[in-house]
């Protein structure tokens, strides 16, 4: 039985990617969304998008909403919390989705990208969580709280280890907040996807030899076989935290990964050392970090077939407001 239906449901970064399309899903199911993230910009597009599929669903434009706030401020996200179940009469579904890439050595990247990663991510997922929960307890239909993890914090990625560290924190966080709160009424599920079609590639941030950084990340997260139609994805999430399960690993890939590093963590650590191996060196190019989309911009570093394959990827970041709202992304194919 469906309990989502109604509900007042608010998303952490939900004004792109993934976020957006969970919020999408719950509107369909005819709930009260407020949507939530940094970039007022990207929020009014993505209320523009929710309230038409609103309407087509026969839903007034207030089942939509936003609000500007930096999860990294646990005072904002308390405000935020409080305000919204003020104005939505109680909160009953919370899905932290708030979250960044980063990709390349870690040398390269250096600490402030695991500071920047946890602060975001962990720190962000922690605040919503923790400022969430009383007014989840309160829900007449039992409080849900999803936390978007990643197979990357079950498993140790290459050159993605800032992201696979705070992702491995909101885990223990997810599994050890649903043992805490089930005397309390509220299931948490924990969230873990493998690679899915977002269009994320060009929000995220590249150190080291930026261009093939991106030129291997994109083709990856778009290859149709190893990621997942991301609309698909937000329709298992939003059906799993609905349904209170404890934990959802999407992907085929992922699940084996996650299973294999479980039983043999030592044979799948070396064999990660090989695909270490194979990723771009630091370079030249380690001062800082460069968003996916000025490297697209001036040369995405991608081989015809590469940018052939990650065309679905790159498709998705148009639909789903990864792009600027003015200029849709043109991949470049200047190498043979």
């Not at 179940?85 to 960044?100: K, M, P, S, T, Y």
């Not at 093939?212 to 329709?235: C, I, K, N, Q, V």
């Not at 052939?308 to 200047?334: F, I, K, M, W, Y």
């Amino acid at each position: 039985m469906e309990r989502i239906g109604g509900a007042s449901v608010l998303v952490t970064g939900g004004s792109r990617g993934l976020g957006l399309l969970l919020a999408r899903q719950c509107v369909e199911r005819g709930c009260a969304v407020t949507i939530v993230a940094r970039d007022e910009a990207e929020l009014d597009r993505a209320v523009a998008l929710l309230r038409r599929r609103a309407r087509a669903h026969g839903a007034p434009d207030s089942s939509v909403s936003s609000r500007v706030c930096d999860v990294r401020d646990r005072t904002a996200v308390r405000d935020l919390m409080a305000r919204t179940a003020e104005e939505r009469q109680g909160l009953d579904v919370v899905l932290a989705n708030a979250g960044i890439i980063q990709v390349g050595p870690a040398e390269a990247a250096g600490t402030e990208a695991f500071r920047a990663a946890m602060e975001t991510m962990f720190f962000g997922a922690l605040h919503t969580a923790m400022e969430a929960l009383p007014h989840l307890r309160r829900s007449p239909v039992g409080g849900r709280l999803g936390l978007i993890g990643s197979v990357g914090g079950l498993l140790p990625v290459p050159h993605l280890l800032p992201y696979s560290c705070a992702k491995a924190a909101i885990a223990a966080l997810a599994d050890g907040l649903r043992a805490e709160e089930s005397e309390h009424g509220v299931g948490v599920t924990a969230i873990h996807p493998g690679l899915m079609r977002t269009g994320s590639h060009l929000q995220a941030e590249f150190a080291g030899d930026a261009g093939r950084e991106y030129a291997w990340f994109s083709t990856l997260a778009g290859l149709p076989l190893l990621s997942m139609d991301a609309r698909r994805a937000a329709e298992r999430i939003v059906d799993a935290v609905d349904r209170g399960r404890p934990r959802l690993i999407l992907t085929p890939a992922a699940r084996l990964g996650a299973t294999a590093y479980g039983l043999a963590p030592s044979l799948v650590t070396r064999a990660n050392a090989l695909v270490g191996r194979l990723m771009p060196a630091a370079g030249r190019e380690t001062a800082g970090t460069v968003q996916g989309r000025r490297v697209a911009a001036r040369d995405d570093g991608r081989a015809r077939w590469q940018a052939t394959v990650s065309a679905l990827n790159d498709r998705a970041a148009e639909q789903l407001n990864e792009t600027d709202g003015h200029e849709a992304h043109r991949p470049t194919t200047r190498r043979p």
